[in-house]
């Protein structure tokens, strides 16, 4: 093989060693330090919902350090980075799910279109009915599938008569893609379906009180890949109605179901761009460490 | 410095296959441009044994595109790559059928030496054949320089050249016809001649469609069918 032979000598003195000069393409991690500003495009004309200077707080440790976002109406934003980067603790400060936490103090300015989240007028039930949520686990109430969506209708006083209700729990399970499975046994226990069945129907739940933002924790990870593909399919025809946040371990389906996507890391929103873009060519060198497995 | 980053990869497979493809793919470059530079002597020296050689290197060449595709396939269906990663299996892979169409069209000039080295050599040409051959090499040479470096501005660079071997390839159609007028005997000679360097300047086509890979690699742009000027804008751009 004197081709071959006579071609490595050449490579060796052209230099053209492959995977030896690399340095223009993928700058070091390590040293990468946080943008001064979130880079890309945080900010939007008329939003859904305005962050600004978001900071978390757990007891002394900073958990979100001054991250301002947009979330524009009818759109699916996912929120993604490595575990214990807050993408979780920034989505729960969007409903209040955090006041739970006693050590947990939230400061900044957040705002639902005019409203002030944490205006101490605010009332947070009815707070959390314009902004529901679906956690990682399906969570359905020990109640029948029927009265699992009923529930917040009834708790809001959304429906007066009984035909009312039927109507909003199938209106709601029809939209969650659950309603020609479990037509048949409405009042059968929501505990009995299966695990995908179950978070349609907390999906279901959640709708059913016509909420303006749904907040999703990771809604895909305890179900397999069908039942992903169906909650996929769903969120996509939910943006009609709804603007979505979601938070998901999956770089895959954060690429598959979202229009935008943040990256947060250790606490700060390192960008902010289309979805296609920060799969395709990322701004920030940690979003492309992330985004490519470099580290996390 | 490139192993190091190539190391932080959580997945240390991952790792090794888009090194394996980066490899390979240099392999093949480098067997397509020998194949150009034989290709062109065997011309100019009608040298038959060289022809030869050049059209049987195609088996090899072949192979390591339906090779190469394998691997960028694999990852795409293992690794789901993106951003950089991505953009690398993306450009070697259009990079791939360019270098094969690039080994066809050396094929081609070796057939042309072939014939000629039996109809005795042509009267005219061979400055041109000179000329246009050396000056697409290089830029074959350049481009998989830039490819192997990531360096986006030799890949404008080489952009750039291709525009001059067209150039200079209407001028010497223009003169290479003028030729066949003046000397009809020497009609059928001369149009092996114009056929090798339609194929040369095809290879600079092809050479700057790689080029174009390598910015679309390195910057995320995709720079195809606009002017070298476009070109410049985009990559200085950031």
């Given at each position: ?187 059968a226990p929501g505990t009995g379906l299966s695990g995908g069945q179950q ?98 | ?187 059928s000679r001369v149009l092996n001649i114009i056929w090798s360097l339609r ?8 050479a700057r469609n790689i080029a174009e890979q390598v910015i679309y690699l ?21």
């Open positions: 093989m004197d081709t071959a032979q006579s071609l490595d000598n050449r490579d060796a003195e052209a230099g053209r060693t492959p995977a030896t000069q690399d340095k223009d393409h993928r700058p070091a991690m390590q040293d990468t330090p946080y943008p001064e500003h979130t880079v890309g495009h945080p900010f939007l004309d008329d939003p859904k919902m305005r962050l600004r200077d978001v900071n978390v707080f757990y007891a002394d440790n900073q958990a979100i350090h001054n991250v301002s976002l947009d979330i524009g109406k009818n759109e699916v934003i996912a929120l993604i980075g490595p575990s214990g980067c807050g993408k979780s603790t920034f989505l729960r400060s969007l409903n209040r799910m955090n006041d739970t936490i006693d050590i947990c103090r939230v400061n900044g300015e957040l705002f639902l279109e005019r409203q002030d989240l944490y205006d101490s007028k605010m009332d947070v039930v009815e707070l959390r009915a314009r902004v529901g949520m679906v956690f990682q686990k399906p969570n359905p109430f020990p109640k029948s599938i029927y009265d699992n969506v009923a529930y917040g209708p009834r708790l809001h006083g959304l429906a007066d008569k009984k035909y009312d209700l039927d109507e909003m729990v199938e209106t709601s399970l029809r939209k969650a893609g659950l309603w020609d499975e479990v037509k048949d046994r409405l009042h978070q349609r129907l907390c999906i279901a739940r959640t709708i059913a009180v016509s909420p303006e933002v749904v907040l999703m924790d990771e809604p895909c990870s305890a179900l397999d890949p069908i039942a992903t593909a169906k909650i996929e399919e769903l969120i996509a025809e939910l943006t009609e109605s709804y603007t979505i946040a979601i938070v998901t371990h999956s770089m895959q389906q954060a690429a598959r179901v979202s229009h935008r996507t943040a990256y947060f890391h250790l606490g700060r929103l390192i960008e902010v761009n289309d979805t296609d873009t920060v799969f395709t060519k990322p701004e920030h060198a940690l979003t492309e460490a992330y985004i490519t497995g470099r580290f996390g | 410095m490139d192993r190091m980053h190539f190391g932080q990869h959580s997945s240390s497979q991952f790792n090794e296959a888009l090194e394996s493809i980066r490899n390979h793919l240099m392999e093949m470059g480098g067997l397509v441009e020998k194949q150009v530079v034989d290709a062109l002597e065997s011309l100019l020296h009608a040298d038959s044994g060289l022809a030869e050689k050049v059209m049987h290197t195609e088996e090899k060449v072949d192979q390591l595109e339906i090779q190469i595709d394998e691997e960028c396939a694999r990852v795409l269906a293992l690794r789901q790559p993106a951003a950089s990663d991505l953009r690398l299996i993306i450009a070697v892979s259009k990079a791939v059928s360019d270098l094969e169409r690039i080994g066809d069209e050396s094929a081609k000039i070796a057939a042309m030496a072939l014939q000629l080295s039996e109809q005795g050599e042509s009267p005219r040409g061979y400055v041109e054949v000179r000329h246009i051959g050396n000056h697409v090499r290089n830029m074959l040479r350049d481009t998989l320089d830039a490819f192997a470096r990531f360096d986006a501005d030799k890949a404008l660079d080489v952009a750039a050249e291709d525009n001059e071997v067209d150039l200079e390839y209407r001028s010497a159609m223009r003169s290479l016809v003028t030729f066949m007028m003046e000397d009809p005997r020497a009609i194929a040369l300047e095809r290879i600079g086509d092809h390195v910057k995320g742009k995709d720079v195809r069918h606009i002017s070298v000027d476009e070109m410049q804008k985009q990559v200085k751009k950031d």
